[in-house]
């Protein structure tokens, strides 16, 4: 079993940065991908981005490309979320969320494990 913790959220500007982590729990973080997932008030959760198990392979949602990166660090057995120029559509709740496969990784009902979220608020 894998406990997920997210942090780093915040209320930025638009245009600012922010870093965002996802801890987790257990000595077998790295037998698991990880997923990014955001839900805004009135809206679906929806698919960010997602880091294989070494952290070879990264997909990104066409809304985020080229302005997050995601990334991690297994010997801390944590995945950062690293987000740049970010836009008021960028506010939400983010979710990091776990699975033991690197196929469907859009898919929400496929992640096994999931994080409390973390409040990210860009202001214009």
């Known amino acids: 079993q894998v406990q997920l913790v997210e942090s780093g959220g915040g209320l930025v500007q638009a245009g600012a940065s922010l870093r965002l982590s996802c801890g987790a729990s257990?000595?077998?973080?790295?037998?698991?991908?990880i997923g990014w997932f955001r839900q805004a008030p009135g809206k679906e959760r929806e698919f960010v981005a997602t880091i294989s198990l070494s952290g070879g392979v990264t997909n990104y949602a066409d809304a985020v490309k080229g302005r997050f990166t995601i990334t991690r660090d297994n010997a801390k057995n944590t995945v950062y979320l690293r987000m740049n120029s970010l836009k008021p559509e960028d506010t939400a709740v983010y979710y990091c969320?776990?699975?033991?496969?690197?196929?469907?990784?859009?898919?929400?009902?496929?992640?096994?494990?999931w994080g409390q979220g973390t409040q990210v608020t860009v202001s214009s």
């Open positions: 969320a776990a699975k033991a496969t690197y196929r469907d990784f859009t898919a929400i009902a496929s992640y096994d494990y």
């Open positions: 257990g000595r077998t973080f790295s037998s698991y991908a």
